[in-house]
């Protein structure tokens, strides 16, 4: 399995309102995107507005040895009770740094990954019934965040890279967010666009008119959307699937109901939630079909497997929305990256 630095990261997949503490390590210096210099941590007061000038703001930042980059933004890690994380928090920071093991390196044998460290809404946030947690300030703050890093990293650190965005849960909605606001009225981005890999949460028709963008097809389209979210056959759906939602199949990436067997699964990986440690990799482990009615990827897990979805009902594997796609995940990569570079050849002789 691809390192994502030299430091072991723990790992972890957290999501929504559930969350588990990880321990890890940090590396005092963070290579510069480039040159492989280092930016250097300043004196900043962590807990205002980040400055993404200031290495500290950032979980990683590689050293180029990919033609392509990556824009991971991860998933809800935080608990803390004023709504919103805390990131002078050091046990808050390794949390966040924890999912880029347990989700980043997907993409980490093909891109550079860059992955900023945001004021992300926590799982104590007051959400008033009958609106969204997007409503929040606390959300909005974060995905104001996520916006000012991507505006850095476009501007200081791509360096006019191909490149791929990717999150899950509360990262893919400050994705989303990003992209409509940043994509729709930016051919360049759009043409310098992998794929967006926006996985666990609804992308609606609305989303993607406003970010210029469609819907994946296929396995090697170029410049499109990836999403889905997982559950059980006999699941009634979580809360971030809901009307509207689109959906491709990991397995066989068709967006039709064509069923998947397992067979085609080429590998699920889980970790130990609280402590990081990698379990197991599992060929074949779960097949994949599309309910067109609701727009939920849906699988049966192998009898006997007993596994903790937190808090919500019954069969929504949220939280398994990378790890039971995690080989197919990596293959697709490969295949999107090497389909956008060989478009750009042909079309640059």
Wanted: net charge negative; with cysteine.
């Amino acid at each position: 399995m691809p390192k994502l630095t030299s430091t072991l990261f723990c790992l972890l997949f957290i999501i929504g309102a559930s969350f588990i503490f990880l321990s890890g390590c940090v590396n005092e210096e963070t290579p510069a995107a480039g040159n492989g210099d280092t930016i250097p941590t300043g004196v900043a007061d962590h807990s205002q507005e980040p400055d993404y000038q200031d290495s500290y703001y950032w979980l990683i930042l590689p050293s180029i040895e990919e033609k392509v980059d990556v824009f991971y933004v991860y998933p809800t890690v935080s608990s803390s009770p004023g709504g919103f994380m805390d990131i002078t928090n050091e046990s808050e920071r390794l949390l966040a740094e924890g999912m880029l093991e347990a989700q980043a390196s997907v993409f980490a044998s093909r891109a550079n990954v860059f992955a900023p460290y945001y004021r992300q809404m926590s799982t104590g946030v007051a959400v008033t019934q009958g609106s969204l947690a997007t409503d929040t300030e606390e959300f909005k703050r974060g995905a104001v965040d996520v916006q000012d890093a991507f505006d850095y990293y476009i501007t200081n650190l791509n360096e006019g890279r191909p490149f791929i965005i990717a999150g899950h849960s509360q990262g893919t909605m400050a994705l989303i967010e990003l992209m409509k606001n940043r994509f729709g009225d930016d051919e360049d981005l759009r043409n310098r666009l992998v794929a967006a890999y926006l996985i666990g949460y609804t992308v609606t028709d609305a989303d993607l008119e406003a970010a210029g963008l469609t819907m994946a097809e296929g396995a090697e389209d170029t410049g499109v959307v990836v999403t889905y979210n997982t559950q059980s056959k006999t699941s009634t759906g979580g809360p971030m699937l809901m009307a509207g939602a689109h959906c491709i199949n990991p397995l066989n990436w068709k967006t039709d109901d064509t069923y998947a067997p397992a067979s085609e699964n080429l590998g699920a990986r889980f970790y130990n939630d609280s402590t990081g440690e990698f379990l197991r990799e599992v060929d074949n482990y779960c097949d994949a079909q599309i309910d067109l009615e609701t727009g939920a990827l849906t699988t049966t897990i192998p009898a006997g497997e007993d596994l903790d979805i937190g808090p919500y009902s019954e069969g929504v594997y949220h939280r398994y929305d990378y790890a039971f796609w995690y080989r197919n995940l990596e293959k697709n990569v490969g295949e999107r990256i090497d389909a956008y570079l060989n478009q750009t050849a042909s079309s640059n002789p």
